[in-house]
């Protein structure tokens, strides 16, 4: 920051340049106050039914103090000018005093809803919050989130997809099971049923035999339910199929209803 030294001897030389220097170094002074936005709450301006105290705002960068009083819709930006004698003996307004109030000018649309106001705990501090929770984000191929936009639509500057998620859901992992470490890939698209899968089982029927050779198909008389079968009546048999399938069957992978996102990550070193 530029300064002026006023412990030399001799004469300090005060004209209007140096009061010019030094209302230029009160401006610059207020620069921080863009950090809290276009509307914001320095100190002060404390809400109490329907009235604000006075307080200190910065409106656009430029610190003011603020004038309480009713709540109203907006706040405006009063100016007030003082003459000032010169040493010609003429009265100039060059003593401007300016402060925020509420009211409404017709031309300013400072509204009072959108002035934000930093927490006690301070802008570091929050920012330190911030940073602790975006922390996942700051090793590489460490996070990443979902992306429901359609394809066509641009990712946001810093961004890249993921390639090798796509396809997959994510799931917890499971300590000591085989195939569920964290890092492990596992599952399928679809799946063919086999024999693996069936349970074991059978299915009853019933059969008829016309027998007109004293037993039918070589099968020997009185075959089956202790009917005989060389009468050419048709007799039904109650029989059972062989059993097939397993006692403890494969499982069938089934895919829950899903929704086909894009999973993203902040490209590494984007912003240093």
């Not at 890092?183 to 069936?198: A, F, I, P």
Request: net charge negative; glycine share 10%; aromatic share 10%.
């Amino acid at each position: 920051m530029n300064t002026i030294d006023y412990t030399q001897t001799g004469g300090f030389p005060l004209d209007q340049n140096v009061l010019a220097f030094m209302q230029a170094q009160s401006q610059l002074a207020q620069l921080p106050a863009h950090f809290g936005g276009q509307l914001c709450i320095i100190s002060g301006c404390t809400v109490t039914g329907t009235s604000v105290t006075a307080g200190f705002v910065a409106i656009n960068g430029e610190v003011l103090p603020f004038n309480g009083g009713t709540i109203s819709p907006k706040v405006i930006i009063v100016e007030t000018a003082t003459n000032l004698t010169y040493e010609d003996g003429n009265a100039k307004p060059v003593q401007k005093i300016r402060y925020a109030t509420f009211g409404d000018d017709g031309v300013q649309n400072n509204l009072w809803a959108n002035f934000k106001r930093n927490t006690t705990e301070g802008v570091l501090a929050r920012l330190e919050r911030l940073e602790w929770i975006a922390a996942p984000f700051l090793n590489a191929n460490a996070s990443m989130v979902f992306w429901r936009k359609p394809a066509s639509v641009p990712l946001p500057a810093g961004w890249q997809e993921v390639i090798d998620w796509r396809g997959r859901l994510a799931m917890g992992h499971k300590v000591g099971v085989a195939g569920f470490a964290v890092g492990d890939v596992t599952g399928k698209e679809g799946h063919v049923m086999t024999l693996d899968n069936l349970i074991e089982h059978d299915h009853p029927y019933k059969d008829i035999f016309y027998s007109e050779f004293g037993g039918s198909i070589g099968l020997p008389n009185n075959y089956g339910s202790g009917r005989s079968d060389n009468d050419n009546s048709g007799h039904q048999i109650d029989r059972v199929t062989s059993k097939t399938g397993f006692a403890n069957p494969t499982p069938i992978p089934t895919l829950p209803p899903v929704k086909i996102i894009m999973y993203i990550e902040p490209i590494p070193n984007y912003i240093a």
